[in-house]
Nanobody, 123 residues
Framework: QVELVESGGGLVQGGGSLRLSCTASGRSISNYAMGWFRQAPGKEREFLAAISRESLRIRYADSVKGRFTISRANADETVYLQMNSLKPEDTAVYHC????????????????WGQGTQVTVSS
């Protein structure tokens, strides 16, 4: 089992950047594909990006492609989400997740989740 803790959220002006981190404990993240998701109030949890165990496969949602970058440092047990050109509609709670599976796994099938970090983008 792996425990995940997100950090790096906060309040940023539109057009700004943030880098989120997801730090793991317990079982090593090298055993898992990792992903980032977000959930805004009243909306379903949304897939953003996923990265395979050795970073060979990376997927992005169309809504963030070209603005967000996912990366991982297995030696540091950390996954990152660099977010640029932020928009007010990016406001949400951002979660990282882990899966013993592929980066194409549907949202509800990911095995382990962090508690999330709030990102608020002002206009």
């Amino acid at each position: 089992q792996v425990e995940l803790v997100e950090s790096g959220g906060g309040l940023v002006q539109g057009g700004g950047s943030l880098r989120l981190s997801c730090t793991a404990s317990g079982r090593s993240i090298s055993n898992y594909a990792m992903g980032w998701f977000r959930q805004a109030p009243g909306k379903e949890r949304e897939f953003l990006a996923a990265i395979s165990r050795e970073s060979l496969r990376i997927r992005y949602a169309d809504s963030v492609k070209g603005r967000f970058t996912i990366s991982r440092a297995n030696a540091d047990e950390t996954v990152y989400l660099q977010m640029n050109s932020l928009k007010p509609e990016d406001t949400a709670v951002y979660h990282c997740a882990a899966i013993v599976g592929t980066t194409s796994t549907p949202v509800n099938a990911w095995n382990f989740w962090g508690q999330g970090t709030q990102v608020t983008v002002s206009s």
